[in-house]
């Protein structure tokens, strides 16, 4: 059973791994946005610390999330979109496999596959950019264990977000609609439009532990040393608990939509 | 008129599909308020960006959530220009007896942007109202000015990437950084930047005229010359002839893509 999901995730992998060209201009974007970011906190930083973050830990935040900003959207296969809104998704629906399953593992090799395409030549070159502009080490080596784990934790959470948004496409017939819901949520609560740590702090209390700060903001802030790898293990398990907590109902809101849906023939 | 015809279609055709046309509008809506409570609570740390207050520094906002749904709804086509070029449109717009700049106004109207605008114009002001400014006609005039002078900047960098994609045919993400990213610089004074960004972003693509230009101006506040600030929105609105003129001449080489 397992070796079928396995196919579908190698299958959309290899899809795309084909758009290289897309890549080089989305990474050429990327760079110039995270310049952009650092720019902008660089005005805003008139004391040498802000939250307890230094200019140099704010700039590496900003270019591992351009690095992996692939993986911190949420996003749905546009062909899953269309099968739901033109009708195609019945003939799905004979196969024998759970669908829930199968849009999972085809999401997350999507995702996957343009992380990898991405993440390294942003790196390097954020490497080599002169002080404070810069991606620094991390802080030590069990931090970056740390990182990795925790990196893989949100690639998941990321994915598990994004699958509330086909629910939303079969409750409203609007995939862009509900792709932008979840998307302008999540982005504002993961701290893709302002890092999490440059919040009031009031507001970092309640969003560490809601799911959405585990896409991207934990892995971060554990390279960076924001976060000491004792804290980081703790919110590592929180993470994993809301995993599954979050693909437990997933599955069930996708099977009750799939129960609700009417095929009108044609 | 004509124009009037195409916007009875436009209106007709987008409320065939009411729910869907209101569930996108709601969510940008949502995107936009979401880029404005990200913008007060970083205020909340700083209180002060480079001398601009939280309410200023809205204003600037408000004006970019003014003029880009503006341009957005009025010259979608000029936005998704490739999609014109690919279907194969373009060829049949050439070969009508119309103006095809006119055409290309009408081929398409994306209403799901006025909720967008409106929210633009609110949030517009909210900030006037908050921020004690000595009013006079002057400060009036050249406040509709950089109004205007923001839609004609976005729309020229909509001409000018449409003049790319006639070479391109696809939208090149590229291209996106001149548009997006100009949005998202000038929602704060584009003063604060780098030297090399702000210098880009006053004499090449002009977005300081729309920005903290006339702005500081009417805030009474800056270094620079008031006449000139005055003045800049009105220098910021040339922008728009070379943007023209480059899409008239890539438009002179086209070659169609065929069927």
Known sequence: MLKSYIGIFKMEFKGELQYRAKAISGIATQFFWGLLQIYLYMAFMTSDTINGLTLSQLSSYVWLGQAFFAMRFITMNKKIGKDITNGNVCYKFVRPIDMYDQWYAEGIGQKLASTLLRFAPIIIIAIFLPPNLRLYAPVNFIAFVLFVLSLILGLLMSHTISMFAIFLTFKTLSDKGSVGIVSSISNLLSGVIIPLPLLPLSLQNILNYLPFRFISDLPFRIYIGNISTHEGLIYLAIGFAWLIVLIILGKNLIKYALKKTIIQGG | MLYKNYLKMHIKSSFQYRYNMIFIAFNQVLIN?????????????????????????????????????????????????????????????????????????????????????????????????????????????????????????????????????????????????????????????????????????????????????????????????????????????LFLIPCVLFFNYSLHKYKSTGT
């Open chain 2, 33 to 237: 308020i979401g880029e404005v409570l990200a913008v007060y609570l970083l205020f909340q740390q700083f209180t002060l960006v480079a001398g601009w207050t939280f309410y200023q520094s809205l204003l600037m906002m408000g004006i970019v959530f003014t003029v880009f749904p503006f341009d957005e709804c009025f010259a979608r086509g000029y936005d998704e220009f490739p999609q014109l070029i690919q279907s194969g449109d373009l060829d049949r717009f050439l070969i009508r007896p119309v103006n095809i700049h006119y055409q290309i106004f009408g081929s398409k109207i994306e209403f799901t942007k006025i909720p967008r605008l409106l929210l633009g114009i609110t949030i517009s002001i909210i900030a006037l109202v908050n921020i004690n400014i000595d009013w006079n006609i002057l400060k009036v005039l050249v406040l509709i000015a950089t109004y205007i002078c923001g839609i004609s900047v976005i729309f020229g960098l909509f001409v000018f990437s449409a003049g790319i994609s006639i070479f391109t045919v696809e939208n090149l993400e590229f291209i996106n950084i001149l548009t997006n990213g100009s949005k998202e610089l000038a929602y704060y004074p584009i003063n604060i930047y780098a030297k090399w960004l702000t210098r880009i972003f006053t004499y090449i693509i002009p977005i300081a005229c729309f920005n903290y230009l006339p702005l500081s101006y009417i805030l009474e506040i800056g270094t620079i010359p008031p006449w000139l600030c005055a003045i800049s929105p009105l220098l910021g609105m």
